[in-house]
């Protein structure tokens, strides 16, 4: 095992890290910016290495600094969290270059995975359903409406180098494809430096599942349930949960062996997340996360355990600490994520925290690196805190989400906290019937009620 290891992110996430590494006896290096000198995760770990400047681009995203900060630490594995580096093969192949542990995949299985085209192509190949749509890229706008002709509106063009809804666009008529196709094409090409984009049946009214695998890079590989991620605005996710309302046990048994088999064919490591659209009744494969995601903790929650220690577990050589057997849901789990933005206009609000106050109690966990007096940059992501609560059921955990949110006090900046009251007296959500499109649907048409 891993005497040291170095942290490359910041906030709720390296706190995260720090604790997994502590339980198990692991010292931590946390790096940071200059403006993040008094942050909690520098607070927390056991040593800490400034790496630039605030902007992203000079610390966190750079792969020379955090090497150096790993070098002049003594530091043997490096833990990206999520965002940052995280899903940059590059790095991790760095990383390996130096005889450093990047605690996650191969790079060669963050490429495929990072390129959407090679990444449905290889899950199909794998047996895990697809959405119906072009086998690889459409170049020409010739090929864009012979294929479009065959498969029917309404499409979507998504770009091979984005995902999470980078670069995506809805043709619903024959009419609109040329000038969307082109269009398309120059946004990819400007913003990715790749304009290689791919067709797929637009889905109308799907929700959003994820289903967590974890491999341990020999060609084992289990699967641990779903995420219902539906509710999200402009592809931020905002309340998850797990197990998702609209799934059957026999549906998540079949489609997690699925995904279970296909990690394990290509022998993959560590954490990932493999998103699908459901509808009626059928999953399609869209992306796959190659990180431990935000929204982890809910799959904790149900099934007890510690998905940080396993990554590192893995990435040290050792095999997994459960099997498919052991795995077994218990109860139900929801995540909020509190943003440092206005409510409802969702518009940045960083600043100094004058009171923070933390729920507690049977079912409550609050993953955060807010205290009194910090000062929330406004460099980085807006996530503040991520509040999560687990109930024998779902009605239970609605209950103490409630509960929790009317202890929670984050005072002398706006959050999202308001969104949450809000949607608790939402028919639908204590129903589960929502798709991912309601929420926006609902922002809409509730705008003028919120701002009153
Ligand atoms: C789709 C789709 C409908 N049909 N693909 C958005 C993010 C990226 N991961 C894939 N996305 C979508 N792909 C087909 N063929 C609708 C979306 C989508 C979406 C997906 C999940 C959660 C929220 C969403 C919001 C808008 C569009």
């Not at 520098?42 to 900060?69: K, N």
């Not at 990180?291 to 590192?312: C, K, M, N, S, Y």
């Not at 406004?378 to 209950?399: C, P, Q, T």
Request: proline content about 4%.
């Amino acid at each position: 095992m891993f005497n040291k290891i170095l942290i490359a992110n910041r906030g709720e996430i390296a706190l995260r890290v720090v604790r997994a590494a502590r339980e198990m006896g692991i010292a931590t290096v946390a790096v940071h910016s200059t403006v993040d000198a008094d942050a909690m995760h520098v607070r927390m770990a056991d040593e800490s290495v400034c790496i630039g400047p605030p902007p992203s681009a000079g610390s966190y995203l750079s792969a020379a600094a955090i090497m150096s900060a790993c070098e002049i630490s003594g530091s043997e594995a490096i833990h990206p969290g999520y965002g940052f580096l995280s899903e940059n093969p590059l790095f991790a192949e760095v990383a390996a270059d130096h005889d450093i542990t990047f605690i996650g995949p191969s790079a060669e299985h963050i490429k495929i995975m990072g390129d959407k085209i090679t990444a449905k192509r290889s899950m199909k190949e794998l047996g895990v359903p697809c959405v119906p749509g072009s086998d690889g890229s459409i170049d020409t706008i010739d090929d864009a409406y012979e294929f479009c002709d065959e498969i029917g509106f309404p499409v979507i063009i998504k770009a091979t180098a984005g995902g999470g809804g980078r670069g995506m666009k809805v043709v619903k008529h024959q009419s609109e494809l040329t000038n969307a196709f082109n269009t398309a094409r120059g946004e990819c090409r400007a913003a990715f430096g790749n304009d290689q984009v791919y067709i797929e049946k637009y889905l109308e009214n799907p929700r959003h599942i994820e289903i967590q695998i974890f491999g341990d890079g020999q060609g084992n590989a289990v699967h641990i349930g779903e995420r219902d991620c539906s509710l999200q605005r402009r592809h931020q996710k905002v309340f998850e949960e797990a197990p998702s309302a609209a799934i059957s046990s026999e549906a998540r048994d079949t489609i997690g062996r699925l995904c279970a088999e296909a990690v394990a064919a290509i022998k993959y490591a560590g954490a990932g997340t493999i998103e699908f659209l459901y509808d009626q009744g059928e999953f399609y494969f869209i992306e796959m996360n190659t990180r431990l995601q935000v929204e982890h903790p809910v799959t904790e929650a149900i099934f007890g355990i510690d998905l940080v220690r396993e990554q590192i577990r893995v990435a040290a050589g050792l095999p997994l600490s459960f099997t498919q057997e052991n795995l077994e849901i218990n109860g139900h789990a929801i995540e909020v994520r509190i943003n440092a933005e206005k409510f409802p206009e969702f518009s940045p609000c960083p600043g100094r925290i004058t009171q923070y106050h933390a729920p507690g109690g049977l079912g409550v966990r609050m993953d955060s690196a807010l205290y009194d007096g910090y000062s929330v940059p406004g460099h980085y992501d807006s996530l503040i805190a991520k509040l999560i609560v687990h109930g024998r059921d779902r009605k239970e955990a609605l209950a103490r989400l409630d509960r929790a949110l009317s202890e929670l006090i984050i005072d002398g900046i706006d959050t999202t906290i308001p969104l949450f009251h809000a949607l608790l007296k939402e028919p639908d959500i204590h129903s589960g019937n929502y798709t991912i499109n309601w929420l926006e649907h609902w922002l809409q048409t509730n705008r003028a009620d919120s701002a009153a």
